[in-house]
């Protein structure tokens, strides 16, 4: 049995992979938390072997959680499990101290797999990702999904996805714990970055880059509008 903590800030997608893990009679899940300071308590108090650690988090991103993690319980050992898959996510994850990366639409299989391959002392890269990265340092193009997304910050990447989500700047600054004049700030700076001067535009990105898929966010418009 590996020892697994989970981090991510949606109670359905923790619950989900709680059974898938626990079902599978390999793994045990330790604990599952929305955010980084609940995280290096349970590390503290029942420390895991693995940490399954999203990007996107309130307050702060898994780039900075899985520092602070680290920190916290050394011996374990991290995987990102993130819709984030362009190339600067991947190096400043592993930057980090993550031992394995994979893409949340990736099979069970390939989950078990770089638990199982990080648990044990190795590094596990997403086929995808890999390849992409590996164009990326070799000087080829980038491949991401969109060309433009290496040009933000992994802070955001997490505002991004937040607006796609259909969240008003209040929302999103509550979330992180920022002020809504911060996030107004990001939004700006991302739309200079990205060459797009609307919320719709930004939410078309997120969407083609995979940072959120389609269904997730009209579901998230729908709830919004209480259709």
Do not use: W
Not at 35 to 46: G, K, L, V
Not at 193 to 214: E, F, P, W, Y
Not at 220 to 227: C, D, I, N, P
């Amino acid at each position: 049995m590996i020892d697994i903590l989970l981090v991510d800030d949606h109670d359905i997608v923790r619950a989900g992979l709680k059974a898938l893990l626990e079902e599978s009679g390999q793994f045990h899940v330790v604990g599952d938390v929305d955010n980084i300071a609940d995280a290096i308590q349970c590390c503290r108090q029942t420390p895991p072997e693995v940490v399954l650690m999203d990007l996107a988090l309130p307050g702060q991103n898994g780039i900075e959680g899985t520092e602070e993690t680290l920190r916290a319980c050394p011996g374990a050992k991290v995987v990102v499990l993130s819709a984030f898959t362009d190339d600067r996510s991947v190096t400043d994850a592993i930057r980090a101290g993550a031992r394995g990366f994979v893409v949340k639409r990736a099979s069970h299989r390939e989950l078990f797999d770089a638990i199982q391959t990080v648990a044990s002392g190795g590094v596990y890269l997403s086929p995808d990702v890999s390849h992409s990265l590996v164009h990326h340092l070799a000087g080829g193009k980038q491949h991401t999904g969109s060309p433009d997304l290496a040009a933000l910050t992994p802070r955001e990447r997490q505002v991004l996805r937040l607006i796609a989500e259909g969240k008003s700047s209040k929302e999103i600054a509550s979330d992180m714990g920022l002020s809504p004049e911060t996030i107004r700030s990001y939004r700006k700076a991302m739309m200079k970055k990205l060459g797009i001067h609307n919320v719709a535009g930004l939410t078309q990105l997120a969407i083609t880059s995979g940072i959120v898929d389609r269904f997730e966010a009209e579901v998230s418009a729908s709830a919004k509008q209480g259709v």
